[in-house]
């Protein structure tokens, strides 16, 4: 008997939602076939199917949430004897991640009992990825505010807190004591030596409940559970904003010239104006590779290729599908790869590599009548460049008053990696391109 595994669906999935099984038991299925759908922290995904034969059993219903390597189906031939089904009986067998669980942390004078994987009443479940983070951080794990399906604290929430830790001064008791009384420490003022945070204070803390967090019973306010998608969303925009020093430089630019070259029929295609300024974007980033960059803690690395991200919104959040090697397509290969790439992330059919690996991206909210907005950088690039709508404007030229359609473009920087007058050197160079519609 063939057991069916939930894929490895990208380095940071650690999880997936069974959404619609799409075979039934007793079908015949061959290697290759869909079998199901999952909706992982991105996008929902057709699970195939590893072997051939008579789908015997789905182990883990619709609607349910499992680990990715968790066994969720037999595969075998119809008269073929059932193995024995105990071990599948939870409805997830366990997955090769947790029959290997990564270091424990250690913390001194920690309750034993928070070092198990599972869950116990009170406790977050702590995912073994987010265990191995905490004992490189030399944090415990319990301080995180879980982001994960039903408060599980992922890697991201580990990062999150550290950082957070980071800015805040505490002794490690107090930190212990304010994560098992669920006291929120960035509302506790300190009274030890300057101004830390003592066992004391949380005590004081835990005696007043206005420190605490408010129970959802308590509340007459909506309550909206978190997506996987928006609890993803939520993670890496705080991780950013955490790690990167952004700055903002903004420019405004005359888009008629690029208009008139590319959208009055001059081409075999009709580019919209995105399309007009990726592929401008895309010229820029190849004239100054120093913005198409990350930093690497003791290196900053100025990357080969331009894999433009492209966000798109979508009714659950927002998606960043990536154009891989941007640098070897013409305008009109950016504009078909953004169309695809746009269509897939709108249907759900995004695949892990559609949107990873991004070097840089482009976020325009213009087509929602925004004029200007600041961006936050979606990691790992080191900026991202966000668009608002043309809009006709009265402008000076050569001493006399013209309406001509401009842009206000914003790139947001990480001063780790871009300085100052790179980031305004590239985006005189984007505004030159484009106004000259120079592609």
């Given at each position: 008997?063939?057991?069916?595994?939930?894929?490895?669906?990208?380095?940071?999935?650690?999880?997936?939602?069974?959404?619609?099984?799409?075979?039934?038991?007793?079908?015949?299925?061959?290697?290759?076939?869909?079998?199901?759908?999952?909706?992982?922290?991105?996008?929902?995904?057709?699970?195939?199917?590893?072997?051939?034969?008579?789908?015997?059993?789905?182990?883990?219903?619709?609607?349910?949430?499992?680990?990715?390597?968790?066994?969720?189906?037999?595969?075998?031939?119809?008269?073929?004897?059932?193995?024995?089904?105990?071990?599948?009986?939870?409805?997830?067998?366990?997955?090769?991640?947790?029959?290997?669980?990564?270091?424990?942390?250690?913390?001194?004078?920690?309750?034993?009992?928070?070092?198990?994987?599972?869950?116990?009443?009170?406790?977050?479940?702590?995912?073994?990825?987010?265990?191995?983070?905490?004992?490189?951080?030399?944090?415990?794990?319990?301080?995180?505010?879980?982001?994960?399906?039903?408060?599980?604290?992922?890697?991201?929430?580990?990062?999150?807190?550290?950082?957070?830790?980071?800015?805040?001064?505490?002794?490690?008791?107090?930190?212990?004591?304010?994560?098992?009384?669920?006291?929120?420490?960035?509302?506790?003022?300190?009274?030890?030596?300057?101004?830390?945070?003592?066992?004391?204070?949380?005590?004081?803390?835990?005696?007043?409940?206005?420190?605490?967090?408010?129970?959802?019973?308590?509340?007459?306010?909506?309550?909206?559970?978190?997506?996987?998608?928006?609890?993803?969303?939520?993670?890496?925009?705080?991780?950013?904003?955490?790690?990167?020093?952004?700055?903002?430089?903004?420019?405004?630019?005359?888009?008629s010239a690029a208009a008139t070259r590319f959208r009055n029929g001059g081409l075999p295609f009709?580019?919209?104006?995105?399309?007009?300024?990726?592929?401008?974007?895309?010229?820029?980033?190849?004239?100054?590779?120093?913005?198409?960059?990350?930093?690497?803690?003791?290196?900053?690395?100025?990357?080969?290729?331009?894999?433009?991200?492209?966000?798109?919104?979508?009714?659950?959040?927002?998606?960043?599908?990536?154009?891989?090697?941007?640098q070897r397509l013409d305008m009109q290969g950016i504009h078909e790869a953004a169309r695809t790439?746009?269509?897939?992330?709108?249907?759900?059919?995004?695949?892990?590599?559609?949107?990873?690996?991004?070097?840089?991206?482009?976020?325009?909210?213009?087509v929602y009548g925004v004029d200007h907005f600041t961006a936050i950088i979606n990691q790992p690039?080191?900026?991202?460049?966000?668009?608002?709508?043309?809009?006709?404007?009265?402008?000076?030229?050569?001493?006399?008053?013209?309406?001509?359609?401009?842009?206000?473009?914003?790139?947001?920087?990480?001063?780790?990696?871009?300085?100052?007058?790179?980031?305004?050197?590239?985006?005189?160079?984007?505004?030159?391109?484009?106004?000259?519609?120079?592609?």
């Amino acid at each position: 008997m063939h057991e069916v595994k939930l894929p490895q669906l990208g380095q940071s999935v650690e999880e997936a939602d069974i959404v619609q099984w799409l075979k039934k038991e007793g079908d015949p299925v061959a290697e290759g076939d869909p079998i199901c759908s999952v909706q992982t922290d991105k996008a929902e995904i057709e699970v195939e199917c590893s072997a051939s034969g008579i789908l015997r059993k789905i182990l883990v219903p619709e609607n349910t949430t499992v680990p990715v390597l968790t066994v969720i189906a037999l595969v075998g031939e119809a008269d073929e004897p059932m193995p024995d089904l105990a071990p599948y009986a939870t409805g997830a067998a366990p997955s090769d991640r947790d029959a290997d669980p990564s270091p424990e942390v250690h913390v001194e004078a920690a309750p034993a009992a928070a070092s198990t994987t599972a869950a116990e009443p009170g406790r977050p479940f702590v995912s073994p990825r987010a265990r191995k983070k905490a004992a490189e951080l030399k944090i415990c794990p319990t301080v995180a505010s879980g982001t994960g399906v039903r408060g599980r604290v992922m890697e991201a929430d580990i990062v999150g807190a550290a950082a957070l830790l980071a800015a805040i001064r505490i002794t490690p008791t107090a930190q212990r004591l304010a994560a098992l009384k669920g006291v929120d420490i960035t509302r506790v003022s300190g009274t030890g030596p300057a101004g830390k945070i003592t066992k004391a204070d949380i005590e004081r803390a835990v005696a007043a409940p206005a420190t605490r967090a408010p129970s959802a019973a308590a509340s007459a306010d909506k309550r909206v559970p978190l997506t996987p998608m928006r609890s993803i969303i939520a993670r890496r925009m705080s991780e950013s904003k955490y790690k990167a020093p952004h700055y903002y430089i903004t420019v405004e630019v005359d888009i008629s010239a690029a208009a008139t070259r590319f959208r009055n029929g001059g081409l075999p295609f009709r580019p919209s104006y995105n399309d007009i300024v990726l592929a401008a974007t895309v010229k820029a980033l190849t004239e100054y590779p120093g913005v198409n960059a990350k930093w690497d803690t003791d290196a900053i690395i100025e990357l080969a290729d331009v894999n433009l991200g492209v966000a798109v919104a979508l009714p659950t959040g927002l998606i960043v599908p990536v154009i891989r090697q941007a640098q070897r397509l013409d305008m009109q290969g950016i504009h078909e790869a953004a169309r695809t790439l746009t269509e897939k992330a709108r249907t759900g059919k995004l695949m892990p590599d559609d949107y990873t690996g991004n070097t840089f991206t482009v976020s325009n909210l213009g087509v929602y009548g925004v004029d200007h907005f600041t961006a936050i950088i979606n990691q790992p690039d080191s900026a991202i460049l966000a668009v608002g709508q043309i809009k006709d404007r009265p402008v000076v030229i050569d001493g006399g008053i013209h309406i001509r359609p401009m842009v206000k473009m914003t790139l947001s920087s990480d001063h780790r990696v871009i300085d100052g007058a790179l980031a305004a050197q590239f985006m005189g160079r984007l505004k030159e391109i484009l106004e000259a519609a120079d592609l």
